[in-house]
């Protein structure tokens, strides 16, 4: 079985590379020029590419560090010195963009690698669901298109991931090195370090838990009754282990790689200035609070055969209607989140090359009312994705949901890229599905993925004041 796994995992990797190169053909032929944000990071990229690393030589509208600029030197310096290749066939727009193609069969492997370390393999049919899960996170439709452009999509991926699966095997000062190359690509992958400790800091809580249970069922000791008897048991619990200094002790010795980064970290931002780097008027922190309800949204959507059923629907109708008041609480403080923290960006409601645009035009703009109406959607989505999750410690899913909070509350402009990573993280970590929801999936984004790239590559138009070409992307 586990060498039939591994013809399965090749045939499947060798697949999705080929068609990959294929696309990339088609991309390069499209678009022979830097589109969006290539205009910024390749003319930076040529410049590091030519040996240019000075400070004045550095590009004031962008706003993450070089670490994508610097690995892509890395990567296609070597060619010109094997191969003899000229400067400018080394540093052209096509090797570049070739880098993030390689950084996506890296991606490839790591979803294989932490699917078989995550998910339990005591099934037989479990190697054929880790492939097809493999296989449909490789394809998910907006990491996959960023493939595709010289964007840090790819390469904050693969550093991320890796990290995690270092993490996971105990090697915590590897996950914190490639922590910090994860940061080099975007700052906020920073909380993803701290999702790596907070994993380490959980399984040990979740031992202790476990344990303090069994001490009690052992003494016979009275339940706790009430309502919030769970959550002041847990918190009761983790007062008495934070009180413990072999404990603080045992968990720092754990994580200090980890607690060095984030010193390191909050150097950088009391040197800088602040977490953005370049131009910052375009990238203010407020509380967006709402970016939670748009991330619900877009996993349910995204999920839809794992998380959405007549069964589902009914589960969740039952218990709203058993614990009513509990859920008309949870309403009317998701109602006053939007009503008082949500935001439209300029560049949202501006630039209509990008499909959150026609959401927001379409659906949020129709009506005043229709932000409040969809507070039922977010509800139930919420809850689909925390019972999806059951399976996991209730302080993984405490340290999951802090770090995604973290992640994209303070982030003003709605934009589906920064949901693409604690998407991954979310869906590495439910239950493997059944073979036929995974092709159902598997097949959607199949579809999302050719209506997506045939939109971009034909489907071009001009703005009135502009002879360039312009062309619609997530």
């Known amino acids: 079985m586990a060498q039939l796994e591994g013809y399965y995992f090749s045939a499947a990797l060798s697949c999705t590379f080929l068609v990959s190169c294929l696309l990339f053909s088609a991309f390069s032929r499209a678009l022979r020029e830097p589109y969006m944000d290539e205009t910024f990071h390749l003319p930076q990229a040529q410049r590091y590419c030519e040996g240019h690393f000075s400070l004045s030589q550095w590009d004031p509208m962008i706003t993450t560090l070089p670490g994508l600029y610097l690995v892509s030197v890395g990567a296609v310096k ?62 998910f439709p907006i990491l996959y298109f960023f493939n595709f452009l010289y964007y840090t999509e790819a390469g904050s991926m693969f550093f991320t991931l890796f990290a995690y699966l270092m993490c996971l095997y105990g090697n915590h000062k590897t996950s914190a090195l490639l922590g910090f190359c994860g940061f080099m690509f975007r700052q906020t992958n920073i909380i993803w370090a701290v999702f790596c400790a907070g994993n380490v ?89 709402p970016q939670l309800f748009y991330f619900f949204s877009f ?108 992640v994209i509350v303070p982030q003003k402009l709605l934009e589906v890229r920064y949901f693409v990573l604690p998407y991954v993280i979310y869906r590495l970590n439910i239950p493997l599905p059944t073979t036929s929801r995974l092709l159902c999936e598997l097949a959607c984004y199949a579809g999302v993925n050719i209506l997506t790239f045939y939109v971009f590559l034909n489907k071009t138009f001009q703005w009135p004041n502009s002879q360039d070409v312009q062309r619609f992307m997530w």
């Not at 790591?110 to 190697?127: D, G, I, M």
């Not at 589960?315 to 209607?321: E, R």
């Open 201 to 289: 800091v959980a399984q040990k809580l979740t031992e202790a838990w476990k344990t303090e249970l069994q001490k009690k069922k052992e003494e016979r000791l009275p339940p706790i009754r009430g309502p919030f008897s769970e959550f002041r048991k847990i918190l009761q619990f983790l007062w008495a282990y934070s009180m413990s200094f072999r404990n603080l002790s045992v968990l720092f010795l754990l994580t200090w790689p980890y607690i060095l980064l984030v010193f390191l970290f909050c150097v950088f931002v009391v040197v800088n200035g602040g977490i953005v780097v370049g131009d910052r008027s375009s990238h203010e922190a407020c509380l967006h609070f």
């Open 78 to 139: 070597p060619a010109s010195w094997i191969f003899g290749w000229s400067e400018h066939v080394v540093c052209s727009i096509g090797m570049l963009r070739f880098v993030n193609l390689l950084f996506s069969v890296g991606n490839f492997y790591l979803l294989y690698l932490l699917f078989r370390k995550v998910q339990p393999r005591n099934k037989a049919a479990s190697s054929v669901q880790r492939i097809l899960s493999t296989l449909t996170l490789a394809v």
């Open 299 to 406: 996993t349910l959507f995204f999920s839809f055969p794992h998380l959405l059923s007549p069964s589902k629907i009914k589960t969740f109708l039952s218990l709203v209607w058993k614990r009513r008041v509990q859920f008309l609480g949870i309403t009317l403080i998701s109602v006053l989140l939007v009503w008082k923290f949500t935001y439209a960006h300029k560049y949202l409601l501006a630039d209509n090359r990008h499909y959150t645009f026609y959401v927001w035009k379409r659906v949020f703009q129709r009506h005043e009312i229709m932000k409040y109406l969809l507070v039922p959607v977010y509800i139930f989505a919420g809850w689909s994705i925390a019972d999806s999750l059951k399976s996991k410690s209730v302080f993984w899913n405490l340290m999951f949901f802090t770090c995604l909070f973290a």
